[in-house]
């Protein structure tokens, strides 16, 4: 799977768990020289989409205001003070 589409089309999920398998098999000194080269690249892809979808995600999350009582009041953008 080392076609910028396909990884751009994978949930966050399914992208993270293949990036976790690049990872172990990496790690296990099994895979060849050009595997390995091959392997990093498309980790490396996977890392970035991965990053892109939580810092989209962040973006999107609100916390909620509190007014002088105690109660929430409304919600404002996670990022503002």
């Not at 396909?6 to 098999?25: H, P």
Request: aromatic share 4%; charged share 30%.
């Amino acid at each position: 799977m080392s076609d910028d589409a396909s990884i751009s089309d994978l949930s966050f999920e399914a992208a993270l768990k293949r990036l976790e398998a690049i990872v172990q098999r990496l790690e296990s000194g099994d895979a060849s020289l050009d595997e390995s080269i091959t392997l990093y690249a498309e980790g490396d892809r996977l890392r970035a989409q991965c990053e892109a979808r939580l810092q989209a995600a962040q973006a999107r999350i609100e916390k909620i205001t509190l007014g002088p009582d105690g109660a929430p009041r409304g919600v404002q953008p996670f990022d503002a003070g």
